[in-house]
């Protein structure tokens, strides 16, 4: 079974904070995503990586920037947390580029105060 | 700006009953369509996956595509208490990122 494990469950961070989501998958896939989501918005992507080393930003990359120094990795950082990103946070990976589905780890809820 | 079109519900049915669950997008090329399955507090989980126009059946669970009018479908025969969820539409296009909707919730009630 694919898996993909993000680091924490739940956290709370004071604002102003630097704040690192990491995320790890084991089925070898090329693709990785980090996407928010809010009541009544959805998910939003925030940044993608289709290789390592490479990112993409998505619809929602300010105030977020991300890491991929390894294939299994991907860390979203917050470099100055503030109430508003408090959310769900979903991490995603997919294997190549033939439109494959998305496998989600299980999300971390980040609370800002 | 590519979207996908969910009625936010929440749709409510009765045991036993079929659920059907729609989905439009906007983008023509879009190529891949998924369903997933969100319960409360969880994260999505993949139901069903559908490339092609016609029906795919796994289970209780039926896709429909038809990309002429750019539009999918979920149907759950036999609703059960436990498929009460929300359920994402995804849609993939011309690069591998998936798009979502902002999800139905369905209530399936005793």
């Known amino acids: 079974d694919v898996k993909v494990t993000q680091s924490s469950r739940y956290l709370v961070k004071r604002t102003g904070e630097k704040v690192f989501l990491e995320c790890v998958q084991d089925?070898?896939?090329?693709?990785m995503f980090w996407y928010r989501q809010d009541p009544g918005l959805g998910l939003r992507l925030i940044y993608f990586?289709?290789?390592?080393?490479?990112?993409e930003k998505g619809d929602i990359p300010e105030g977020y920037s991300v890491s991929r120094e390894k294939k299994e990795r991907f860390s979203l950082i917050l470099e100055s947390a503030s109430t508003n990103q408090t959310s769900m946070y979903l991490c995603?990976?997919?294997?190549?580029?033939?439109?494959?589905?998305?496998?989600f780890g299980q999300g971390t809820r980040l609370t800002v105060v | 700006q590519k979207e996908v079109e969910q009625n936010s519900g929440p749709l409510s049915v009765p045991e036993g009953a079929i659920a059907s669950l729609n989905c439009t997008y906007s983008?023509?090329?879009?190529?891949?369509f998924f369903w997933y399955r969100q319960y409360s507090g969880k994260s999505p989980e993949l139901i069903m996956s559908?490339?092609?126009?016609g029906d795919k059946e796994d289970g209780r669970f039926t896709a429909q595509l038809n990309k002429a009018s750019q539009y999918v479908s979920l149907l759950i025969r036999d609703s059960q208490p436990s498929d009460s969820a929300t359920y994402l539409c995804?849609?993939?296009?011309?690069?591998?990122?998936?798009?979502f909707g902002r999800g139905t919730s369905l209530i399936v009630h005793p």
């Open positions: 559908i490339y092609s126009n």
């Open positions: 089925m070898d896939h090329e693709n």
């Open positions: 983008d023509r090329v879009s190529q891949s």
């Open positions: 995603a990976s997919s294997p190549d580029q033939g439109h494959t589905e998305a496998f």
């Open positions: 990586s289709y290789d390592v080393k490479m990112k």
């Open positions: 995804a849609v993939t296009g011309g690069s591998y990122i998936p798009t």
